[in-house]
């Protein structure tokens, strides 16, 4: 009830700021005297233009599937696993954790915006989720002075269960990232530095499913908080800290010189109660019959040295790299560590502004190596990828309390080439593209959970794209209507393809209105966000090792989603109402993994404001 009486008064003081205009009041701040600077501009010496997004376009979006575009599964709720539903090319050739299930919740030191302002900069989101979900972002920037500026960002995650619930703190998850920032250049000599430190700590009440008998029926399976649920106490965290610096020194156009340093670590843990009750959903155990206490703890330290430079249209990059690592169980220490030298370069051919052509090469001295080669223009665009990794600690030696292998393992090989072509014709907008995928050596977990690595080539096939049309109401005013769409058509071939699981059909939609009310004081975005998938045998979720598994016994059958959204924009605050999973039927709805449910009918409401003085 309070929710409800507090989103009418926004909505109302919203319109009144509406009708209110003061024409002698003018904001000397706002999004166009505050520059975003990301570090990739400054290595590879690109002119972006970045401001803070004053748009309304999918503000809507604030949970991981949605902002990932559904490309990822979850388990049903906000916060919790994540696998990806397209095979993803790796982008560390060298050893890692294997521990990745939390991965997009992290944030990445290319991804931190750092903030060139003219005054101080604060962005507030505060989102009220149905079914006691909730999420805050907080962003305060500031420059000290004309060349060194800071800030920093608060992002928190919190969502009760959705299934198994018992009360209002019976949390699924709570997660918060703190990330500091800082950026400087120096006034008369061409050196400039970035210092970013990013602390995740991400925690998971775990429920391991629904639990059913035999033969359920429709409404067996869609109980959500009524449902009876594998385990009531367990818990998993993920906690991990990135330190990152860059610093170049511009001694000419022709050649520049620059120092990059990261120091992360990540923590792992999964604890639980159990009994002989539970013995059928985790094993035997091996080590304590009465609970499970399962740790990691992974530590690396990265150099990397180079030089780059701007030679008329060709810009190069070209570096070495030292990487140390160390890894350990808490039954067993050490597992793995070691030390790593890499060789690689980057460049970019820009000709007037039509196209770009860029290449990519990391070089492990052990044999591993990583090819990129991109072209971007106005009308074509394409990619090719040729990988070879080390296999991941997880999957050659791991012990705990149900498990335990040691394995030896080959380097896995990707290769992949996708392109397509852009075409606009004002009213319609087509993006067709195609992706071919080969992948040998793969790596999974089978259906006992056991590691895996298949010799035999599979080959996975997507085309598809993107099909939009737009149709102008008031083309002066900007308004339109837009129906966006993407869609894939993917098919998974060879000796190995029974080692990938991947939906024939994928789709994602979206068809809204733009343009404005009251007098062109509020910017409007109204319409609905639609998702579907064909059935095929998702990956299980296995929480004890915190990994999805291949599997044959349940399968998630196919479904359409669709959300309803009004997005609104007056000045500096921006809101949204969004009935999520409308078109939900009694006693039905959609698993994303198995056991998992898909979030249900529900309402969600939040609030930006921006400030720029």
């Known amino acids: 009830m309070k929710k409800n009486v507090f989103i009418g008064l926004v909505l109302l003081s919203l319109v009144a700021q509406a009708q209110i205009v003061d024409d002698s009041t003018k904001q000397i701040y706002s999004a166009k005297t505050t520059r975003i600077i990301r570090e990739l501009d400054i290595k590879n010496n690109q002119t972006s233009e970045r401001h803070p997004d004053t748009t309304l376009y999918r503000l809507e979006s604030f949970m991981m599937t949605d902002k990932t575009e559904h490309y990822y599964q979850d388990l049903g709720n906000n916060g919790t696993a994540l696998f990806p539903i397209f095979y993803q090319l790796k982008n560390q050739i060298g050893k890692t954790t294997g521990f990745d299930v939390y991965d997009p919740y992290m944030y990445n030191p290319e991804d931190v915006n750092y903030y060139d302002t003219k005054s101080p900069f604060i962005s507030v989101d505060v989102i009220f989720g149905g079914n006691n979900r909730s999420a805050v972002d907080f962003t305060f920037a500031r420059s000290i002075n004309q060349r060194w500026n800071f800030g920093f960002d608060i992002h928190k995650i919190t969502s009760t269960k959705i299934i198994g619930y018992t009360s209002i703190d019976d949390r699924n998850s709570q997660s918060s990232i703190f990330s500091f920032y800082t950026y400087y250049k120096h006034e008369k000599m061409p050196y400039s530095a970035m210092l970013s430190v990013v602390n995740l700590n991400h925690n998971v009440g775990e429920t391991g499913g629904i639990l059913v008998g035999e033969n359920p029926t429709k409404a067996d399976l869609f109980l959500y908080r009524d449902a009876s649920v594998q385990l ?187 392109g397509g072509v852009h075409l606009d014709f004002g009213v319609l907008e087509v993006k067709p593209q195609a992706r071919i995928l080969s992948l040998s050596n793969y790596i999974f977990m089978d259906e006992t959970l056991n590691p895996q690595q298949s010799s035999a080539l599979a080959v996975l096939t997507s085309f598809g794209g993107d099909f939009n049309l737009r149709f102008f109401t008031n083309k002066e005013l900007g308004e339109a209507f837009h129906i966006e769409n993407e869609v894939y058509l993917t098919t998974v071939s060879g000796d190995g393809a029974s080692n990938l699981s991947v939906p024939p059909v994928f789709y994602n939609g979206k068809a809204f209105w733009r343009g404005a009310w009251f007098k062109k004081t509020m910017n409007v975005e109204v319409g609905f966000d639609l998702s579907a998938k064909s059935a095929y045998y998702a990956m299980g979720y296995a929480p004890s090792i915190q990994h999805f598994y291949l599997q044959d016994d349940f399968k998630t059958e196919s479904y359409f989603t669709a959300d309803a959204f009004l997005n609104v924009k007056v000045s500096n605050v921006k809101v949204f109402i969004k009935w999520m999973y409308f078109n939900q039927q009694n006693d039905n709805g959609y698993f994303i993994t198995p056991y998992y449910p898909g979030e249900g009918k529900t309402i969600d409401f939040g609030v930006n404001w921006t400030f720029y003085d």
């Not at 367990?234 to 990059?260: G, I, V």
């Not at 340093?261 to 159990?274: M, P, R």
């Not at 597992?335 to 007037?352: A, L, P, V």
């Open 232 to 418: 009531d106490d367990a818990k998993a965290n993920d906690s991990r800290m990135n330190y990152h610096f860059y610093h170049e020194y511009d001694w000419q156009k022709q050649l520049q010189f620059y120092h990059q340093l990261d120091v992360k670590s990540q923590g792992t843990a999964y604890n639980d109660n159990i009994s002989s009750a539970n013995y059928a959903f985790y094993g035997q155990p091996l080590i304590n019959e009465s609970q499970v206490s399962t740790e990691s703890s992974f530590k690396e330290v990265v150099n990397e040295v180079g030089i780059k430079g701007d030679l008329a249209n060709l810009f190069y990059r070209a570096y070495l790299k030292r990487r140390v690592y160390d890894f350990s169980y808490n039954y067993w220490d050490p597992i793995d560590k070691g030390g790593e030298n890499y060789i690689g370069g980057y460049s970019r051919f820009t000709w007037k502004n039509k196209f770009n052509v860029e290449g990519n090469l990391e070089y492990l001295q052990t044999g591993e190596y990583q090819l990129i080669g991109r072209l971007n223009s106005d009308l074509l665009f394409g990619s090719y990828s040729s990988v070879r990794a080390k296999a991941p600690i997880f999957y050659e030696r791991y012990f705990g309390n149900f498990h335990e292998w040691n394995n030896t393992l080959d380097r896995t090989f990707t290769n992949e080439i996708k």
